[in-house]
């Protein structure tokens, strides 16, 4: 594709001199976070302070090059499953092979609240089951690449995958139960007369480097927009990390607590919007003591029960059906809450 | 005179592509006017399914995606085709 724009250096020279650096900063960042508080800084390792220190200095890259490196990679990917395409491959199918596809499809698919409208009517335009478009609604937004990776850099692989295959059981029944429910008449009516209008997907011929650079820019504007949540997450994981006592944390959120997951979930609605910098608390919190199933809980229900979601579905769907959508995603993410804190005590 | 039309709610990156159309008008050096299309049942009627979405004179030429400006100037220096 022609553009306007004056390229200096080789597009791919500079896409390999970005992996290199990367790969380079990587895995020098713990090395000189542990230099950078007890040498350069002085601090004792083993103090407060100093352990608070060597927190801070060694996530803030660490998050920032898996958030730049990852997000990068998985929006390259998802950019070849655009829901245009996937509405098709969801269309034909049963109920079952339709809602496990639907979950599925739901952690590649971009989502942000606002596409949800178009998403959803997409969806019912091309015949798709509500049950499985539900499947996608409450998978897209949980599974997500920013929580995953987090998960990953900060709580390990354990907990990520984990988190990924709860998210995508609670889709999965989730919309198995909406699809038997039969809340088709919750619908909004308009929605149904829009049948037959869409389906005119054009093919965009993107090239590689348009994908590149596609990818590359959005993920520039996510973490410019994300950063200063994560650093003030980061710090104030960091001061729990150093400063709060271990007994604290699991008398309120250890497993001796049965309120614990209700009081996490309630506590991560008004989060939606920040769960890129509570991930760091949790993790600082987790590590004080907290429950594995009551910081799943808290994880999900940050990014999976949304209400500026709930209310722009309300241009499409009654309220009954919102109010089912939110029952059951919420009952889902109670049970893995309790399940895993059963299971890891 | 051409008619640039940008589909999305109003989210971060239907802002984004907005702006990007704004300064492609001004690299292009065409006439052009951008007009933000918020309406859903409007949005929908294009066949689209991912915002943000843009269209040129009526047709179609990226969705789900924030193409750059040096790109949209490029379509816009391209004679109608539709």
Redesign the interface.
């Known amino acids: 594709?022609?553009?306007?724009?004056q390229t200096r250096i080789p597009f791919w020279f500079a896409v390999g001199v970005a992996v290199v650096a990367w790969l380079v900063a990587w895995f020098a960042a713990a090395p000189l976070a542990v230099w950078f508080a007890f040498d350069l800084l002085g601090l004792q390792p083993g103090t407060h302070i100093g352990e608070a220190v060597a927190f801070f200095v060694y996530d803030v890259p660490k998050v920032l090059l898996l958030l730049l490196g990852i997000v990068t990679v998985v929006t390259l990917i998802r950019?070849f499953f655009?829901?245009?395409k996937v509405?098709g491959a969801l269309a034909g199918r049963g109920e079952l092979a339709g809602t496990v596809g639907a979950a599925s499809l739901g952690i590649v698919t971009?989502f942000?609240?606002?596409?949800a409208?178009?998403?959803f009517?997409?969806?019912v335009?091309a015949g798709v089951p509500l049950g499985v478009t539900f499947a996608f609604l409450i998978s897209s937004p949980m599974v997500n690449e920013v929580a995953l990776v987090l998960l990953w850099g900060l709580f390990g692989p354990g907990i990520a995958l984990v988190y990924m295959a709860s998210g995508l059981t609670v889709a999965i029944v989730g919309g198995l139960v909406i699809g038997r429910l039969h809340m088709e008449r919750y619908v909004e009516d308009?929605v149904w007369a829009?049948q037959g209008?869409?389906?005119?997907?054009?093919d965009?011929k993107l090239t590689p480097e348009?994908r590149v650079?596609?990818a590359w820019?959005?993920t520039k504007?996510l973490v410019r927009?994300i950063l200063p949540y994560i650093l003030v997450g980061i710090g104030i994981g960091a001061f729990i990390h150093g400063f709060v006592p271990t007994e604290l944390v699991v008398a309120i959120g250890g497993p001796g607590n049965p309120l614990a997951v209700p009081f996490v979930v309630l506590l991560a609605i008004p989060l939606y919007s920040n769960a890129a910098g509570t991930i760091p608390i949790v993790q600082a919190l987790l590590g004080k003591g907290m429950a594995v199933g009551t910081t799943l809980a808290f994880m999900m229900a940050m990014t999976a029960i949304s209400l500026p979601e709930f209310i722009?579905l309300k241009?499409?769907i009654k309220t009954p059906l919102i109010a089912a959508f939110a029952t059951i995603v919420t009952i889902g993410i109670l049970m893995i809450g309790y399940l895993f804190n059963f299971l890891i005590p | 005179m051409k008619t640039i039309e940008v589909l999305g709610p109003g989210c971060n990156n239907c802002k984004r592509l907005e702006a990007n159309a704004r300064e492609a008008v001004a690299m292009a050096g065409v006439e052009a006017e951008v007009v933000k299309v918020t309406d859903f049942a409007q949005i929908m009627t294009y066949g689209i399914m991912s915002t943000p979405g843009l269209v040129i004179d009526g047709k179609v030429v990226s969705y789900g995606r924030v193409p750059s400006a040096g790109d949209i100037a490029t379509w816009l220096a391209e004679p109608a085709t539709a």
């Open positions: 594709m022609l553009t306007l724009r950019g655009p829901p245009e509405r971009p942000c609240s606002c596409s409208v178009p998403l009517i997409g969806f335009e308009y829009l209008t869409g389906g005119a997907s054009i965009m348009d650079r596609d820019s959005y504007d927009r722009i241009k499409v």
